[in-house]
């Protein structure tokens, strides 16, 4: 790479350097975005990494049901006998892919929808959109996402459509800020005067400013969006048993409070520590970019 | 130049506006779906008549917009929210009985959060980089990233099963000569009941500070970094260099300004707790809307639903537009900006 | 350089001050040793192009220069015979009673939140005397008045968004004199200001001063204003003093290579026509020259400018130039 005297790629190259660099002279980011990667690989290779990989779905064992941590299970067992670690990562597995899937649904259709409506402002369109996005926001999201999955049948794809319906949203109303104070700059109006199609001023001026807030947005909001996964398997209308999610395991776990405590506290726990790696990440990415309101 | 009650006239013309529309959107949609709500809730031994016979009366088998229409004029005339297949009555029953006990967790946390969150901001902000500021970052952080029903698990654990200061859940009965909310603390306060007021507050409490404990971190975050944008600014600087003493800076020179993001994020954080107050009402027996709601959900009751994210929508309106008040008082920019 | 010995009558003396701010990519070495003076009822001109550190100057002594990122990195700062860089309480009252300041922005200047009356009240509580809101409310109107204000029962209860930007300018300078402060720090009070209004807004800085002998320190480009409103004028070029002296001696006999220089770049009513300006730019306050800041662009320029600092070169009796080119042209002792 460092052949090619690119004079496009140079500066670009140079400005990565040094927003890494910002970002790693900060501790804390540095520690989310390695909770996050351990995260992942942990989900990916969940099946490898478990010690008891078969407990993920059924699986009957009363006579080691509810043990305590132990060297043999790390996190204790739980009614069924099902080794708590092992769903545990299996569930972060559940987790990531859900929160990856909600937002694969809700940022494209959100940013898309707030283009249109930022560039086409003060027209009618610009209205609708926006007025749209209100109806969608009138009610607490989990609520949102309580009722579309309701409709439909509880489970993984109608738990990630549902809290989607209540995301897409926040990016339209982040993209539509970010194209409108872009376009009032003077390098877009120049790029319009000189007649370039709308698709060039989109997708060269405006989205590569516009990737970095919306960037970090994706990356904060994966927690909230993990959180609220799994709110709504803690109450049932997520994802469904057996498959193994954080939240259902918490909800599971509360009838055996206080003796049998591990069986909510850790799925709990590992909730937290999953949304704080996001959320350091988020956090530093937001240093970063020096962007003010996300 | 607009006035402030030009303002919230067009403000909740606006808010009622949108409320009509999701509930139509919702209305639709339940009955679009596949699916027999009322042989669902009947069951299958009951015969077809009588299924017809409550399908008609319930106004299932008539045209779409004749049903909404009707729903619609229940509402507004009568509060008549139609009948909840679940509950076997009607839903504005339903709703009186439960919606204020959730109300009342709400508001309680609402206080918490405000009151605590900017309190602990400040502090944070003012004390920057001392270990009084470290430590309340530090900890708002983990609040931040930790879900309400995981700190009502930490807390029933803690304070209910081991410590027994406060009990498991559940909340005292209202007793219906004193009722006028519903909301059993504030009844009781206003009708001078000191021991079932205590023992309310004592219910409340864990399940409040559960619920607001992540908004309250969350709070202290916003309100300490609008303060540290605010005290760099120019007119800071001037009202020092000018003579305002110190202390008046401080409370009246920063905190203004800085309550704007800060309101903001207030509602927001209204917004969740609304959404948050369903697991809360769960893990503490909590006999509240959210727990009503997620039955109604969960049967698939088309009156109840519609009925329940109806009364969400509209409070979760009136909280903004109370926000929105807030914010236009303070900030003199918001009002006086004619169009958007 | 005065004397320190002189101070009876001095009000404020700065002397060898060095100011830095730390910055991503380092530290920017802007006030280097700058030694400044205000006598009791005098009225003092700070003149130099945009990013020379006037600005800097002027809020190290009002204090209200943020202090990280800056750093006060030597120098002595004595207002009325007081260590002005004291922490002590002492001194901070000092410093909010006698010291009053106009910043460069105004509508960065005005709280947005606040109304006018609001932000008057609060600098009018503050002062010693005791006042009933009858009393503060003449003062405020007075005080609108002196500024030229149209209307003022109507800007007091105004927002700063609600005014212009003149009227937001004059508003900060009426502040800032219900202090009754006995220096005053103006940073380029008329810039948005049209010719009518700043004539009035110098004068009244003018009765102030003259007649109440408060002290005026008055930065502008406008040299115009700077030669007749003021007694004494300071050059200042990228952090340092390059020139100073009496503002007749300086605008009749400029000896500063850049002085010259900026002075020939201004239109004169003679008519005589406008320099190109002075070649190359301000140096980088990162890496700023070893020697005479000025050195690279200085027409001027000798082997010596770049090694060394000049010293403070006196040609007149209150007329001294740091300059290696003018080393020959002392009168009297240095």
Not at chain 2, 72 to 85: A, M, P, Y
Not at chain 3, 95 to 105: T, Y
Request: charged content about 20%; proline content about 6%.
């Amino acid at each position: 790479m460092r052949h090619k005297r690119d004079n496009r790629s140079r500066p670009r190259w140079e400005k990565f350097k040094r927003q890494w660099h910002k970002f790693a002279s900060n501790r804390l980011s540095l520690l989310g975005m390695g909770v996050v990667v351990l995260l992942i690989v942990l989900a990916i290779f969940a099946g490898k990494i478990a010690p008891y990989p078969d407990h993920a779905g059924l699986y009957l064992d009363f006579q080691n049901a509810n043990q305590p941590p132990s060297w043999k299970h790390f996190a204790g067992t739980d009614g069924c006998g099902r080794d708590i670690f092992s769903r545990m990562l299996f569930g972060l597995r559940v987790s990531l892919e859900i929160g990856l899937l909600v937002l694969a649904i809700s940022v494209p259709i959100g940013v898309l929808l707030g283009l249109v409506a930022g560039y086409r402002r003060n027209t009618w369109l610009d209205t609708a959109i926006m007025r749209f996005t209100d109806l969608f926001m009138a009610v607490p999201p989990l609520v949102l996402a309580l009722v579309v999955v309701a409709m439909f049948t509880p489970g993984f794809f109608f738990a990630a459509i549902g809290i989607a319906v209540a995301w897409w949203p926040w990016y339209t109303r982040l993209t539509y800020s970010l194209v409108t104070s872009l376009s009032n700059e003077m390098y877009v109006r120049y790029t319009e005067l000189t007649g370039a199609p709308l698709r060039h001023i989109i997708l060269k001026e405006i989205l590569p400013n516009a990737v970095s807030p919306i960037f970090t947005k994706m990356s904060l909001d994966m927690g909230m969006i993990i959180i609220i996964a799994s709110s709504m398997s803690f109450v049932g209308l997520g994802v469904q048993p057996p498959a193994p999610s954080l939240g259902s395991m918490v909800s599971d776990g509360i009838k055996y409070l206080p003796e049998f405590w591990w069986i909510s506290v850790f799925p709990a726990l590992f909730i937290v520590l999953i949304v704080l790696g996001f959320n350091l990440l988020g956090d530093g990415l937001r240093d970063v970019f020096a962007i003010e309101e996300i | 130049m607009q006035s402030m009650p030009v303002f919230i006239l067009k403000r909740l013309l606006y808010g009622v506006l949108v409320l009509l529309m999701l509930s139509f959107v919702i209305f639709s949609f339940i009955r679009i779906i596949p699916g027999d709500p009322v042989r669902m809730s009947l069951g299958p031994t009951v015969s077809e008549e009588v299924v017809q016979k409550i399908r008609h009366e319930l106004y299932f088998d008539r045209p779409l917009v004749v049903q909404y229409v009707h729903w619609l004029g229940g509402v507004i005339l009568h509060g008549d929210f139609g009948q909840s297949l679940f509950t076997k009555r009607a839903v504005s029953a339903d709703i009186a009985e439960f919606l204020p006990r959730t109300i009342e967790l709400a508001l309680f946390s609402a206080i918490l959060i405000l009151v605590f969150g900017i309190l602990l901001g400040t502090i944070s902000a003012l004390f920057r980089d001392s270990w009084l500021d470290n430590s309340v970052r530090l900890l708002s952080y983990l609040g931040v990233v930790t879900p309400s029903y995981a700190f009502a698990i930490f807390f029933l654990l803690g304070f209910a099963y081991y410590w027994k200061v406060f009990p498991l859940g559940g909340m005292p009965t209202l007793p219906p000569e004193i009722r006028t909310t519903g909301m059993v603390a504030f009844d009781a306060l206003i009708h001078g009941r000191f021991a079932l007021l205590g023992n309310a507050l004592v219910h409340l409490f864990l399940p409040a500070v559960s619920l607001s404990l992540g908004s309250i971190a969350y709070q202290a975050r916003i309100h300490r970094s609008a303060m540290i944008d605010n005290i760099g600014k120019d007119y800071i600087a001037f009202a020092y260099v000018v003579g305002v003493p110190r202390r008046i800076v401080i409370l009246k020179h920063l905190m203004k300004p800085s309550f704007i993001p800060s309101l903001t994020i207030f509602g927001l954080q209204v917004a969740a707790l609304l959404g948050n107050a369903f697991l809360i009402e769960v893990m503490f027996r909590y006999p509240g809307f959210s727990q009503y709601s997620l039955r109604v959900i969960m049967a698939k009751d088309p009156y109840g639903i519609v009925a329940v994210t109806l009364v969400f929508g509209i409070v979760f309106a009136i909280s903004n537009i109370l926000i929105d008040l807030g914010i236009a008082r303070l900030d003199p920019r918001v009002r006086l900006r004619t169009t958007e | 350089m005065r004397d320190l010995e002189k101070t009876q009558d001095t009000l404020l003396t700065v002397h060898d001050l060095s100011v830095s701010y730390r910055v991503y990519e380092g530290i920017l070495a802007v006030l280097q040793n700058v030694d400044f003076a205000v006598d009791g009822g005098q009225r003092v001109g700070l003149v130099g192009e945009a990013g020379c550190g006037k600005t800097t100057l002027l809020k190290t002594v009002a204090r209200i220069l943020a202090i990280p990122p800056a750093k006060i990195e030597e120098g002595k700062i004595r207002f009325k015979g007081r260590d002005l860089l004291d922490q002590s309480k002492v001194v901070h009252r000092l410093v909010r009673r006698d010291i009053s300041m106009v910043l460069q922005d105004p509508t960065a200047s005005l709280n947005p939140t606040l109304t006018i009356r609001s932000f008057m009240s609060d600098v009018l509580k503050a002062t010693p005397q005791r006042r009933s809101r009858k009393e503060r409310q003449q003062q405020m109107l007075k005080a609108l008045e002196q500024v030229s204000m149209p209307s003022p029962e109507r800007v007091l209860d105004s927002y700063p968004v609600q005014l212009s930007g003149g009227m937001r300018q004059r508003v900060c300078i009426a502040i800032s004199l219900l202090k009754d402060a006995d220096l005053i720090l103006a940073d380029e009070p008329t810039t948005s200001l049209d010719v009518t209004i700043e004539k009035q807004i110098l004068e009244l800085l003018n009765t102030l001063t003259v007649e109440n002998r408060k002290s005026m320190v008055l930065v502008s480009h406008a040299l115009g204003a700077v030669r007749t409103m003021t007694d004494r004028t300071y050059v200042m070029y990228a952090g340092n003093i390059t020139e100073e002296g009496r503002t007749a001696d300086i605008f009749r006999a400029p000896s500063h290579p850049y002085t010259v220089g900026l002075f020939e770049a201004t239109p004169k009513l003679s008519g005589e026509g406008v320099s190109d300006g002075i070649a190359g730019e301000l140096p980088s306050y990162l890496d700023p020259p070893a020697g005479c800041r000025f050195a690279p662009r200085c027409p001027e320029r000798m082997p010596i400018c770049d090694e060394q600092r000049p010293g403070a070169i006196r040609i007149d009796e209150d007329h001294t130039v740091y300059c290696w080119a003018r080393a020959n042209e002392t009168k009297g002792d240095q």
